[in-house]
């Protein structure tokens, strides 16, 4: 079985800058994609940004430019690098990894979310 452990959010004004961890453990033959969700306060899940196994990169609109999904595949980690944070960026971060166990199958993955709250 694979787990996710997600870590670094908190309270940042606005301006400020975050750096989230997503660690993927476990009997681990291979990762894919791997991928940040947020859901804000009332509202539906939404993709944030996608990094392939290859590295090749995609985020939404609103935060090209200020956020920067990046990978270290010797450490099984996802990372998303926040800066220039806005309150409309306040929402719970969840990590979301395609992998195949060893003697398995892909399937897809979740972290536990991390709450990341940005104030004026």
């Known amino acids: 079985q694979v787990q996710l452990v997600e870590s670094g959010g908190g309270l940042v004004q606005a301006g400020g800058s975050l750096r989230l961890s997503c660690a993927a453990s476990g009997s681990i033959f291979r990762i894919n994609d791997m991928r940040w969700y947020r859901q804000p306060p009332g509202k539906k899940r939404e993709l944030v940004a996608v990094i392939s196994s290859g590295g090749a990169l995609n985020y939404v609109d609103s935060v090209k430019g200020r956020f920067t999904i990046s990978r270290d595949n010797a450490k099984n980690t996802l990372y998303l690098q926040m800066n220039s944070l806005k309150p409309e960026d306040t929402a719970v971060y969840y990590c979301?990894?395609?992998?195949?166990?060893?003697?398995?199958?892909?399937?897809?993955?979740w972290g536990q979310g991390t709450q990341v709250t940005v104030s004026l």
């Open positions: 979301n990894v395609e992998a195949i166990p060893w003697g398995s199958t892909a399937y897809n993955y």
